[in-house]
């Protein structure tokens, strides 16, 4: 399985180291948000990495559903027990941290599953700043830049196929409702096979601490964030 790497499992518990963590967001997902990043005291798992672990447990269902209901840190002892025909990823002091409904036809194939992983955490580690700065800018407010937390909410997606080769997932439409300091993007994807579409699906993210933009402080973020994505890239 293509994510041994990126967790350890013993007595049915799993763990995410931080190097672990780390190592999916960016290797996996292009994603270099520093709340995944080993070093930090803060260091959140990757949403996208819970998500993949779901799908390799339970396999794909036609309709699925993910609400992410708790940040995941260094090492924490996560359960994945199967509840009411989906899924629900718990602490070892039951706090649920992600929550997987399921309905339809079920496919366990692992090419298949690992196609549409890579597919999906890729155009979701894209989020960053290639969606999220247009929309802040038609808003006219940024989160903040010193600090920035943007938190994965939920996800989920319809397919007509679970057999289809060559998976594509392509931004469709997004959006970003402000309520005072917090933000609500919607982002809405297309799945196709060979150029055929075959599904859809939105994501959900939360962005905290609102503020005014201010053009020249968001850039100085994009920049950095691109200057360490560069700086990692360059090491390999």
Not at 39 to 47: E, K, M, S, T, W
Not at 117 to 127: K, L
Not at 176 to 185: K, P, S
């Amino acid at each position: 399985m293509f994510l041994s790497p990126f967790f350890t499992e013993d007595a049915g518990i799993v763990r995410i180291s931080p190097a672990q963590g780390s190592a999916f967001a960016k290797d996996i997902a292009g994603d270099f948000n520093p709340i995944h990043d080993a070093d930090n005291p803060r260091f959140c798992a990757p949403g996208d990495l819970l998500f993949a672990l779901a799908l390799s447990r339970h396999g794909i269902a036609r309709q699925m559903a993910f609400r992410f209901t708790g940040m995941v840190g260094a090492a924490t002892a996560l359960t994945f027990a199967p509840v009411d025909g989906g899924l629900l990823v718990s602490d070892a002091a039951g706090k649920s941290c992600l929550e997987v409904s399921a309905s339809g036809e079920l496919s366990r194939d692992a090419h298949f599953i690992e196609s549409l992983v890579r597919r999906y955490v890729a155009f979701s580690g894209q989020n960053f700043p290639h969606i999220l700065v247009p929309l802040m800018e038609e808003q006219g407010v940024m989160i903040n830049t010193d600090r920035p937390l943007v938190i994965y909410e939920r996800m989920s997606f319809d397919l007509d196929r679970l057999d289809a080769p060559d998976l594509e997932l392509t931004l469709v439409g997004s959006r970003l409702e402000v309520n005072g300091r917090r933000g609500d993007a919607r982002l809405e994807f297309q799945v196709s096979s060979a150029g055929e579409p075959i599904g859809h699906g939105a994501k959900t993210l939360i962005l905290s601490g609102l503020r005014d933009l201010d053009r020249e402080s968001l850039q100085g973020l994009v920049d950095r964030y691109a200057a360490k994505k560069a700086a990692y890239l360059g090491a390999d």
